[in-house]
């Protein structure tokens, strides 16, 4: 069965800190993408970034980068330089696609934002 | 940009009421899901459509059900509502190819008395 975890139900970080968000995931399909969505507070969820399984080298956008170890099936998000409008909660998700169209999500994490 | 519109943001039922949840896409996208967004749960797939009039269940479908009879609007519907049904909902679309991206819209908050 494909899982995903998150084990920190709720963080908190000063503004302009680093914080990292933690994420692990089963599977066992060799081709599969990981995603970080956002979730601010009364807003629609969006996509932070996204990770091919293929692809060796880390994702990064902008102030958000990931920690993809694919052996220990890891995957987590750090967000360097945190804002106030990083104040979201943040889910991980795992997509094998297919015929099935389907993301996995796991339980989230409240990130609060300090000033 | 891509555009899901929910019908409603917050909605207010009695026990036994049918309910209608409604989601517009103006991105032409094939897929269409219905997620359950509780604290503590994350979120969880309930009915998914990769094709007008097309329909699949996902993890937690009992006590609901769904319509698509155009491409751009995916119904939910609650035959007959209660009190666990009580959630924020959220629907999503995305294209055919798709490398799992979803397009949320802002949601639908349930309470159900």
């Known amino acids: 069965a494909q899982t995903v975890t998150q084990s920190q139900p709720e963080m908190s970080v000063q503004e302009a800190e680093t914080v990292t968000l933690s994420c692990t995931y089963d599977t066992s399909e060799s081709n599969y993408y990981l995603f970080w969505y956002k979730q601010p507070p009364s807003r629609q969820m969006i996509l932070v970034i996204r990770?091919?399984?293929?692809?060796?080298q880390n994702a990064t956008e902008n102030r958000f980068s990931v920690n993809f170890q694919k052996a220990a099936k890891s995957f987590s998000l750090k967000i360097s330089d945190s804002q106030l409008g990083d104040t979201a909660m943040y889910f991980c998700?795992?997509?094998?696609?297919?015929?099935?169209?389907?993301?996995?999500f796991g339980t989230g994490t409240l990130l609060a934002v300090q000033p | 940009d891509v555009k899901v519109t929910q019908s409603s943001r917050y909605l207010v039922k009695r026990t036994g009421e049918k309910v209608f949840l409604e989601c517009v896409q103006d991105?032409?996208?094939?897929?269409m899901f219905w997620y359950r967004q509780d604290p503590g749960l994350g979120l969880r797939l309930i009915y998914f459509?990769?094709?007008?009039?097309?329909?699949e269940k996902g993890d937690i479908p009992e006590g609901y059900s769904v319509s698509r009879e155009k491409k751009e609007r995916f119904s939910l519907i609650l035959e007959s509502a209660s009190t666990n049904q009580t959630s924020m909902y959220l629907c999503?679309?995305?294209?055919?190819?798709?490398?799992?991206?979803?397009?949320f819209g802002e949601g639908s908050r349930l309470t159900v008395l």
């Open positions: 999503a679309s995305t294209p055919g190819q798709t490398t799992g991206e979803l397009f």
């Open positions: 990770q091919e399984a293929y692809k060796q």
């Open positions: 991105m032409d996208h094939e897929n």
């Open positions: 998700a795992l997509f094998h696609g297919g015929a099935t169209n389907k993301l996995i």
């Open positions: 459509s990769y094709d007008v009039k097309m329909k």
